[in-house]
């Protein structure tokens, strides 16, 4: 979200977006977030955790090289949702290996310095991106460069967890499947359906902010940069929030 905020402009141009459509491929890439919430789980179950983090990040990196060599929205908009699904099912998947990993306060406390690496990530795209775009680099060029970069990481992952997987715990027991009766279960619990609420909210204001703020803070200013310093700042506050 943070790197299509910096490239919307760029996208307006190049795909004559008007009016609401601008806002497809970031309402797509936070529409493939929430159904990765939901179905996560029960993926992991079927293909364990780490296979489920590794590919998420290898289709990150091919949903990127698709994004650069889109010639319509619509194609834009289908990778921006594969996109948001993938990085749902990485972030949902890591919250957990953690969780296995580490028990009590232990565990909250790095699951928030995961999640300060996140906002780290979310501060660097605003800033480096106008930076290489006012160099003389195409967008589609800086989309080619982060699927590269992407997918180096994507084999790093897969090599590690294949040397070192079978020693998380957990690892090697059996798969808990998700059953209908656990599902009802868990819908009857009025806390659970709330939890699934603010989700869905989460999105929406994550879509507000990365996109019509950046948006409308670089049409006021006259400069794609200002609109990204918004999403940028935001993150400054969410690693600070996770570090404390």
């Known amino acids: 979200n943070n790197a299509q905020g910096v490239r919307l402009t760029d996208f307006i141009s190049a795909f004559g977006l008007t009016s609401t459509s601008q806002g497809l491929p970031s309402a797509a890439?936070?529409?493939?977030?929430?159904?990765?919430?939901?179905?996560?789980?029960?993926?992991?179950?079927?293909?364990?955790?780490?296979?489920?983090?590794?590919?998420?990040?290898?289709?990150?990196?091919?949903?990127?090289?698709?994004?650069?060599?889109?010639?319509?929205?619509?194609?834009?908009?289908?990778?921006?949702?594969?996109?948001?699904?993938?990085?749902?099912?990485?972030?949902?998947?890591?919250?957990?290996?953690?969780?296995?990993?580490?028990?009590?306060?232990?565990?909250?406390?790095l699951m928030g310095v995961l999640h300060a690496v996140y906002g780290t990530g979310g501060i660097l795209a605003p800033v480096l991106m106008p930076a290489a775009l006012s160099a003389g680099a195409s967008w589609r060029v800086v989309l080619y460069v982060l699927s590269a970069v992407v997918l180096a990481a994507f084999l790093i992952c897969a090599f590690v967890f294949a040397r070192e997987g079978v020693k998380l715990p957990g690892s090697t027991a059996p798969r808990e499947r998700i059953t209908k009766q656990g599902l009802d279960a868990f819908v009857r619990q009025k806390g659970n359906l709330m939890v699934v609420l603010c989700a869905v909210l989460y999105c929406a204001h994550l879509a507000c902010l990365y996109l019509w703020v950046n948006r409308i803070l670089g049409v006021v200013f006259g400069n794609p940069g200002c609109g990204a310093a918004a999403p940028s700042l935001f993150r400054v506050g969410k690693v600070i929030s996770r570090l404390l």
């Open 29 to 109: 890439a936070n529409a493939g977030i929430l159904l990765a919430m939901l179905l996560a789980v029960p993926m992991a179950s079927r293909v364990g955790k780490l296979r489920l983090y590794a590919g998420g990040m290898g289709l990150i990196g091919l949903m990127l090289f698709l994004s650069g060599a889109s010639s319509s929205a619509a194609m834009l908009t289908c990778a921006y949702l594969v996109m948001g699904f993938a990085f749902g099912c990485i972030d949902t998947t890591a919250s957990s290996i953690v969780a296995d990993l580490h028990q009590g306060r232990q565990a909250t406390r």
